[in-house]
């Protein structure tokens, strides 16, 4: 079954500097791969996908992320942090029928 | 706007009632999708429709969780003598042409008191 872990369950990092959320998935076949971003009470908001082509996507906001069919991988990361960045984060793998999340990460900016 | 509609947003409701949700997805897509999310959890995959067949039912979290989706279009997510333990944020997804993910609704946050 397809899958994705998000070991970390929280992110801090200093305004200006570069951040990196992690993500790994386990899937039978080629991976369809997601991040998503949660401000409080809200629904999810689409960042960035993996379906084929370059291990490099570039994203909304700024974002990036990385696939690595080696380390099955594929972290989220921004050369330059924002406070408005802080938020919740996602992972997500699509299924046959369905999308399976990782836990999230909580994402923190402090200026 | 994300094109998917979920009402309503907030309902507080006492425990042993009965709640209904309603999503109304884009337009153009046949495909609906209902998520439950705890606090600090991912989304969790409940159900979902093709037009207005319920394709997928086995992770209805009980028998008192029940979806219909009548004329294919917008659908409804009904929760029967509500338990303390169902307070959480109920998504609605739909999928995009040529997008492969989901957009997703706001939401509607479920608290049982």
């Known amino acids: 079954a397809q899958s994705v872990a998000q070991p970390e369950d929280q992110v801090n990092v200093a305004e200006g500097n570069p951040l990196t959320v992690k993500c790994t998935y386990s899937v039978s076949g080629n991976p369809y791969l997601f991040w998503y971003v949660q401000y409080p009470n809200r629904g999810l908001q689409f960042l960035l996908k993996?379906?084929?082509?370059?291990?490099l996507v570039k994203g909304s906001y700024g974002f990036e992320a990385e696939f690595n069919k080696s380390q099955t991988s594929f972290h989220l990361k921004k050369p330059s942090a924002l406070v408005s960045d802080s938020a919740l984060y996602f992972c997500?793998?699509?299924?046959?029928?369905?999308?399976?999340f990782g836990a999230g990460t909580r994402l923190t900016v402090k200026p | 706007d994300t094109g998917v509609s979920q009402n309503p947003r907030h309902k507080i409701t006492k425990r042993g009632q009965n709640v209904t949700f309603r999503c109304d997805p884009i337009s153009e897509h046949n495909r609906l999708y209902w998520y439950r999310q705890t606090l600090g959890q991912g989304p969790e995959f409940l159900t979902y429709f093709q037009n207005e067949a319920q394709l997928e039912k086995s992770r209805l979290l009980s028998d008192r969780f029940s979806a219909e989706r009548p004329k294919g279009s917008f659908s409804t997510l009904e929760i029967q003598r509500t338990e303390q333990g169902d307070s959480a944020m109920y998504l609605c997804?739909?999928?995009?042409?040529?997008?492969?993910?989901?957009?997703f609704g706001s939401g509607t946050r479920l608290t049982v008191v």
């Open positions: 993996y379906i084929t082509g370059d291990n």
């Open positions: 997500a793998v699509r299924g046959y029928n369905d999308m399976r």
């Open positions: 997804a739909s999928p995009r042409e040529g997008f492969y993910g989901y957009t």
